[in-house]
């Protein structure tokens, strides 16, 4: 008799220790699963619908739903979640794409402007949805990064990283060594009221020079060469970060891909 309660008593104990472990397996996969799950709206930016600010914007709409229900600001969601976007589903997460495109004078950096003629997002027939990391204004032609990662494009629209930029500038009268010493060493915005970074400027012709800017100042060269007394005539970006633009023709796009791209995100990142 004592042996058998003996036995059901170390069943009993077995039994309790298999419940304890497949809780414990239960509890590690929940907080897996909830480490993998990230704030909506950095969640709709990295999927190239939107940009965080622009999610908030449709989340409190009422515009996204999350397995059924109307989603909340800050609310967290992984790929497992039914994400419907102005009624249209959300597939998880695409694979990264990023484009260098040579964008011609008189493409908008824009989305929603009513008012113009062509705007970039119009110009790339691309299987994948992606918008502009950076910007150029209409005035100006040349290399402009395209992608669907929203992490990126928030990286490369903070003026405090210091990316590098590179251009060719054609001026509207000969250039002296003073305009080449001042724009290296930053000039005074009166209308923005700021001194703009040191940089390099080299002058390659009669009317032209090369400048590499590591700020996101609006028309920064435009105004820079203004405040000298320049009026700039052309204006084109021949690089970003370690992306050129080299061969591309005006309004053609290459896929960056393999070590060009990870020494893009290498140099955004580190």
Same mark, same amino acid.
């Given at each position: 008799m004592v042996y058998v309660l003996k036995s059901l008593i170390m069943?009993?104990?077995?039994?309790?220790?298999?419940?304890?472990?497949?809780?414990?397996?239960?509890r590690k996969i929940r907080d897996i699963r909830n480490m993998e799950k990230e704030r909506l709206n950095k969640y709709l930016a990295s999927c190239g619908v939107c940009s965080r600010r622009d999610a908030d914007s449709l989340i409190d709409q009422g515009l996204v739903t999350v397995n059924g229900k109307p989603a909340a600001?800050?609310?967290?969601?992984?790929?497992?979640?039914?994400?419907?976007?102005?009624?249209?589903?959300i597939h998880g997460k695409n694979d990264k794409v990023v484009l260098a495109y040579y964008k011609p004078v008189g493409v908008t950096c824009t989305e929603r402007d009513r008012f113009a003629d062509r705007k970039i997002t119009d110009m790339v027939r691309f299987?994948?949805?992606?918008?502009?990391?950076?910007?150029?204004?209409?005035?100006?032609?040349?290399?402009?990064?395209?992608?669907?990662?929203?992490?990126?494009?928030?990286?490369?629209m903070k003026g405090s990283t210091g990316h590098e930029k590179e251009y060719i500038v054609k001026l509207n009268k000969e250039i002296t060594e003073d305009f080449i010493q001042k724009m290296g060493e930053g000039v005074w915005l009166p209308e923005?009221?700021?001194?703009?970074?040191?940089?390099?400027?080299?002058?390659?012709?009669?009317?032209?020079?090369?400048?590499? %800017?590591?700020? /996101?100042?609006? &028309? #920064? =060269?435009?105004?820079?060469?203004?405040?000298?007394g320049y009026e700039v005539k052309e204006l084109k970006r021949i690089r970003v970060v370690n992306i050129?633009?080299?061969? %591309?023709?005006? /309004?053609?796009? &290459? #896929? =960056?891909?393999?070590?060009?791209?990870?020494?893009?995100y290498d140099a955004v990142y580190q």
């Open positions: 069943v009993e104990v077995e039994l309790t220790e298999i419940e304890r472990l497949k809780y414990r397996k239960i600001m800050g609310m967290r969601v992984s790929a497992e979640d039914s994400i419907l976007v102005r009624g249209k589903s299987p994948v949805r992606v918008t502009y990391a950076g910007r150029l204004d209409k005035d100006s032609e040349g290399l402009i990064l395209l992608t669907n990662d929203g992490e990126l494009i928030n990286a490369m923005l009221k700021i001194k703009t970074r040191p940089c390099k400027a080299e002058q390659i012709g009669k009317f032209t020079f090369r400048i590499i %800017l590591t700020q /996101g100042v609006n &028309r #920064q =060269i435009r105004r820079m060469s203004k405040a000298l050129e633009l080299a061969k %591309l023709k005006k /309004g053609e796009y &290459r #896929q =960056i891909l393999g070590a060009e791209l990870q020494a893009l």
